[in-house]
């Protein structure tokens, strides 16, 4: 045998013991995954009940939940987290309440400084499905967490909290030239926060950015504020920001109020932007009695509302 | 007294199991169903006291399912609840004028959810009574 025919024994030998080596782990790690996926499933099976019964029983013994440690502490975690997205009321209380006695609130606030991301969005998630109380700083904070996904996972979870106080936190977001969030998320935030945040929400149309200006009035517009037509008004006779003004009358077009058919008559005829004074006039004739001559008046707005209301409510599935 | 059954129709197995955990715990027979097909085909054959139903699920959806159980001649006197996450109000009136007794949006109470199927039930119950003496 040659030297060169050696060489090649060789190479072929530790090419063939590679592969075999890969194919090896490959198949280990796909059993070994499939045999974790199925324990934890096998434990979500057994611990789901238990979680349950909580919310069956008058007085439920909440320390049976407290020693548990592990996989199965983290999966008790899990599990009662996805329910309270799914409950409201006292029963979604009792299920925050014990989050809150296994620690798990007080391990989410000190996991917000951690070095990793995933641990960091997965604690912003946590506080904010829970609304847990005195949660709203720590929210606003990793609003600017220099990872994007927790940006974004602090945002729709602040969103839930429906904490009038997360209006300015939120809308600051679109102050900033860099726009850390995408626009839509803020909205739906704002939008989550509810009735409460109307009045905010109203102080900020005079925002120096035209960026929040326009966003408080899109998200007034979708929550039907009566009290902000007024407000609004006056926005929508902006000379400095017609994109404001045109928001700001598809916003009182959306509010079905006392007072909105005559504020948009008003604007129709007074506004100074055309597109305002159109917008306002389709506005007007849609409210309109049908024509005797059987002309219909046009739906196609109620249709867009309809379509941007889905966008802003879908929410938790 | 006879047994009240409910057959619950969601592709959330969570919801599933709670709702079933606390209408259980009320003395009902529960019968869970994934999605909108196998729902109809339970509500058929079981003839429940109170069908709690799920809008968007695979195969067939609530809504539509509920059409069908007020198209049928054998189903329609059935009370019938949408649990769903649809909250604005054009779906809480689609849901209506579709034939639901009654909606209630996610996230939801399972005690106000249990009060409302008991409220179901005993309507069901009197307009029974009221056929049944009216009848000569």
């Given at each position: 045998?040659?030297n060169?025919?050696l060489?090649?024994?060789?190479?072929?030998?530790?090419?063939?013991?590679t592969?075999?080596?890969?194919?090896?782990?490959?198949?280990?790690?796909?059993?070994?995954?499939?045999?974790?996926?199925?324990?934890?499933?096998?434990?979500a099976?057994?611990?789901?009940?238990?979680?349950?019964?909580?919310?069956?029983?008058?007085?439920?013994?909440?320390?049976?939940?407290?020693?548990?440690?592990?996989?199965?502490?983290?999966m008790?975690?899990?599990?009662?987290?996805?329910?309270?997205?799914?409950?409201?009321?006292?029963?979604?209380?009792?299920l925050v309440?014990?989050?809150?006695?296994?620690?798990?609130?007080?391990?989410?606030?000190?996991?917000?400084?951690?070095?990793?991301?995933?641990?960091?969005?997965?604690?912003?998630?946590?506080?904010?499905?829970?609304?847990?109380?005195?949660?709203l700083?720590?929210l606003?904070?990793?609003?600017?967490?220099?990872?994007?996904t927790?940006?974004?996972?602090?945002?729709?979870s602040?969103?839930?909290?429906?904490?009038?106080?997360?209006?300015?936190?939120?809308l600051?977001?679109?102050a900033?030239?860099?726009?850390?969030?995408?626009?839509?998320?803020?909205?739906?935030?704002?939008?989550?926060?509810?009735?409460?945040?109307?009045?905010?929400?109203?102080?900020?149309?005079?925002?120096?950015?035209?960026?929040?200006?326009?966003?408080?009035?899109?998200?007034?517009?979708?929550?039907?504020?009566m009290?902000?037509?007024?407000?609004?008004?006056?926005?929508?006779?902006?000379?400095?920001?017609?994109?404001?003004?045109?928001?700001?009358?598809?916003?009182?077009?959306?509010?079905?109020?006392?007072?909105?058919?005559?504020?948009?008559?008003r604007?129709?005829?007074?506004?100074?932007?055309?597109?305002?004074?159109?917008?306002?006039?389709a506005?007007?004739?849609?409210?309109s009695?049908p024509r005797?001559?059987?002309?219909?008046?046009?739906?196609?707005?109620?249709?867009?509302?309809?379509?941007?209301?889905?966008?802003?409510?879908?929410?938790?599935? | 007294?006879?047994?009240?059954?409910?057959?619950?129709?969601?592709?959330?197995?969570?919801?599933?199991?709670?709702?079933?955990?606390?209408?259980?715990?009320?003395?009902?027979?529960?019968?869970?169903?994934?999605?909108?097909?196998?729902?109809?085909?339970?509500?058929?054959?079981?003839?429940?006291?109170?069908?709690?139903?799920?809008?968007?699920?695979?195969?067939?959806?609530?809504?539509?399912?509920?059409?069908?159980?007020?198209?049928?001649?054998?189903?329609?006197?059935?009370?019938?609840?949408?649990?769903?996450?649809?909250?604005?109000?054009?779906?809480?009136?689609?849901?209506?004028?579709?034939?639901?007794?009654?909606?209630?949006?996610?996230?939801?109470?399972?005690?106000?959810?249990?009060?409302?199927?008991?409220?179901?039930?005993?309507?069901?119950e009197?307009?029974?009574?009221?056929?049944?003496?009216?009848t000569?």
């Amino acid at each position: 045998m040659s030297n060169f025919d050696l060489i090649l024994l060789l190479t072929l030998v530790v090419l063939v013991g590679t592969l075999l080596a890969v194919i090896g782990v490959t198949v280990f790690h796909h059993f070994w995954t499939r045999r974790r996926i199925q324990q934890r499933a096998a434990l979500a099976e057994e611990i789901r009940p238990q979680l349950m019964t909580l919310l069956l029983e008058d007085e439920p013994d909440l320390s049976l939940f407290e020693t548990e440690q592990g996989l199965r502490s983290r999966m008790i975690d899990d599990l009662a987290e996805a329910l309270i997205g799914k409950l409201r009321g006292a029963d979604r209380e009792r299920l925050v309440h014990l989050l809150d006695r296994r620690g798990a609130l007080e391990r989410a606030r000190l996991q917000l400084s951690s070095r990793r991301a995933p641990v960091r969005a997965r604690a912003v998630q946590l506080l904010g499905s829970t609304g847990a109380p005195g949660a709203l700083p720590f929210l606003a904070s990793s609003l600017h967490d220099p990872n994007r996904t927790v940006r974004e996972v602090a945002t729709r979870s602040i969103g839930r909290l429906a904490d009038p106080a997360a209006t300015g936190p939120l809308l600051a977001l679109l102050a900033t030239e860099d726009r850390p969030v995408p626009e839509h998320l803020v909205r739906m935030a704002l939008f989550r926060l509810g009735r409460p945040a109307i009045p905010e929400l109203i102080g900020e149309l005079g925002h120096r950015s035209p960026a929040v200006r326009r966003c408080a009035a899109d998200v007034l517009g979708h929550l039907g504020a009566m009290e902000a037509i007024r407000p609004l008004a006056d926005l929508a006779q902006s000379h400095e920001d017609h994109e404001a003004a045109v928001i700001a009358v598809a916003a009182i077009d959306r509010i079905d109020g006392p007072a909105t058919a005559d504020t948009l008559r008003r604007l129709a005829v007074e506004s100074s932007i055309p597109e305002a004074r159109d917008l306002a006039a389709a506005g007007v004739a849609r409210r309109s009695p049908p024509r005797a001559d059987g002309g219909a008046n046009n739906g196609a707005s109620d249709d867009v509302v309809d379509s941007v209301g889905s966008e802003l409510a879908v929410g938790n599935g | 007294m006879n047994r009240q059954v409910a057959v619950i129709v969601d592709d959330d197995p969570d919801i599933r199991a709670m709702v079933a955990m606390k209408l259980t715990s009320a003395g009902y027979t529960v019968h869970e169903e994934v999605d909108g097909e196998a729902g109809l085909a339970a509500v058929r054959q079981l003839d429940p006291t109170v069908v709690i139903l799920d809008w968007m699920m695979p195969r067939m959806n609530g809504l539509e399912v509920l059409q069908h159980i007020r198209n049928d001649e054998s189903t329609r006197d059935i009370p019938v609840l949408l649990l769903t996450a649809r909250a604005q109000d054009d779906a809480i009136e689609r849901g209506f004028a579709a034939g639901a007794d009654d909606y209630v949006v996610k996230p939801f109470s399972p005690r106000e959810l249990l009060t409302r199927i008991d409220a179901l039930r005993l309507r069901g119950e009197r307009r029974a009574v009221v056929a049944d003496t009216s009848t000569p």
